[in-house]
């Protein structure tokens, strides 16, 4: 690298990790030292889901990266820290489902409908024709490059070669592989470690057992369908039940309401899902999953016209997101189950401190190698814990939602039983503590990265 050349970035993939990534370093990148180039395989970015959960932590961020205002009108209502009802929890399973307890946090939660939250971010890329943003890192971004390969250009520590399908190779300092949960750049990355075979087993994610119903329901219709429903009202709702929950909130400044329905597959027991991913049902099956729910739910599911079945997938806990100049982000590095709504705030943190690292006052305009080995070393010591920790809460809490989760005397019952009030609060209690991490402070994590880079001078 020539000195005082910016160094090149290259992200592989730009979903809301990618985006974030490019929008974070841009904004901090004070010292005009990197530049980008944001590679996606498809040749239009659809987002494809519907709502999606935004907290007061993720919030901060966007706040320090710039994204605040544009997002605001987006959300379902102002954000501030007022204590508030992240989501009302119902025993739902029954004819006349009843409420239980309320999961309340500071700022509760922010519900924002994807393709809004993609727009933002996608406005606020430093693109060289943007007139919103101000560019301290261009940022070329190219449709249609698909990654099948990186390749080093002569030594271990050389610049990285980038191979796409049907397309010309292109060369960078450092990659970001924000691919996805199908991540290319993990594989890549995992199989060219020194002992490849161990790491074989997360090459690809594993089914979890678990299917999400998803849809989308109109404000309108359902006022039609059942006037006064409190899905109408409420920011956000949760009717448990055994095996299975529906959780539902509001979107699009409350046009919709988006609903997710979470049922284990207990018709396949092989522990691997077989055919795609996504499919379209019908009314009816859903109809069939939650058969004897609240009439409230039968009310819901009547107004989603087209449902989408989704097997739900998360990758086993990988302990390594970084070696020299490959770093994994977001559902790349560590896809996790849906119930806490925090896969992408998670991707949105890995953003957000890698950013900061690589923009830090110690690091040099172009970065030098042992400076990049000491920022991935720090990455991996703070963010893979971190990510571990949120994964495996996901996990407990879908099995607390599902009331299947071990130790809270659930055992004994089945779909539709009546369980005693006592047992579901102190279920649902514990449900608020796994919520807890969604208001902490972020800067909490940057202060700790910086103080590694400014005291630690890397693994002996
Ligand atoms: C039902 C459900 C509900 C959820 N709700 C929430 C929520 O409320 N809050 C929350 O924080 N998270 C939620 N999540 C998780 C969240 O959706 C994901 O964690 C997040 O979208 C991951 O973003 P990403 O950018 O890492 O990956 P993706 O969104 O998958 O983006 C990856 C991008 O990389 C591109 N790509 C893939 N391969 C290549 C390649 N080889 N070359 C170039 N480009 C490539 C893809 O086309 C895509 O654009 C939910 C997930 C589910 C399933």
Known sequence: MVQGERSHIAI????????????ALNALDKE????????EAT?????????????????????????????????????????RIVC???????????????????????????????????????????????????????????????????????????????KPSKECDVVIGADGIHSTVRQLFLSRLPNPKRYEKYHKPVWS?????????????????????????????????????????????????????????????????????????????????????DEEVMALIHCIKRPTKWALHALDHLDIYSKQQVFLMGDAAHAMLPHLGAGATVGIEDAYILASMLTHQSTSRPLDLEKIKLISTIYNMVLVPHATHMS?????????????????????????????????????????RNWTWSSSDPKEDRRKVENLLESWNGPT
């Open 43 to 83: 040749s239009e970015l659809v987002e494809i889901g519907a709502g999606i959960n935004v907290w007061p932590l993720t919030l901060s961020i966007l706040k320090e990266i710039g994204l605040y205002e544009t997002l605001i009108p987006f959300f379902d209502h102002y954000p501030d820290l007022e204590r």
């Open 12 to 23: 592989i993939g730009a979903g809301i990790v990618g985006l974030a990534f490019a929008v």
């Open 209 to 293: 057992g678990l299917v999400a119903y998803r849809g989308l329901v109109s404000r309108e219709d359902l006022e039609e369908t059942y006037p006064g429903h409190r899905a109408l009202t409420h920011p956000g709702l949760i009717y448990t039940g055994k095996t299975r929950y529906v959780t539902m909130y509001p979107v699009s400044g409350g046009k919709f309401i988006n609903v997710v329905a979470v049922t284990r597959d207990t018709s396949n027991n092989t522990g691997v899902w077989e055919g795609p991913w996504k499919v379209e049902v019908t009314q009816e099956e859903l109809f069939h999953t939650y058969q004897g729910f």
């Open 392 to 432: 495996k809460l996901t996990i407990e809490t879908g099995d607390l939602l599902d009331l299947t989760a071990p130790g809270f005397d659930l055992e004994r019952y089945k779909l539709g039983d009546k369980i005693p009030m006592e047992t579901l609060v102190n279920t649902f209690r514990q449900v608020e």
């Open 32 to 39: 005009h030292k990197f530049a980008i180039d944001l590679y």
């Open 88 to 166: 009302g929890l119902r025993k739902g399973d029954e004819k006349n489902g009843f409420h239980v307890y309320d999961v309340m946090n500071e700022g509760g939660g922010l519900r924002i409908h994807r393709a809004d939250f993609q727009r933002g971010l996608v406005q606020h890329l430093p693109l060289s024709e943007s007139n919103k943003v101000h560019i301290n890192t261009p940022c070329t971004f190219h449709l249609n490059h698909c990654l099948i390969d990186y390749t080093r250009d002569g030594s271990e520590d050389g610049r990285i070669k980038l191979h796409f399908d049907g």
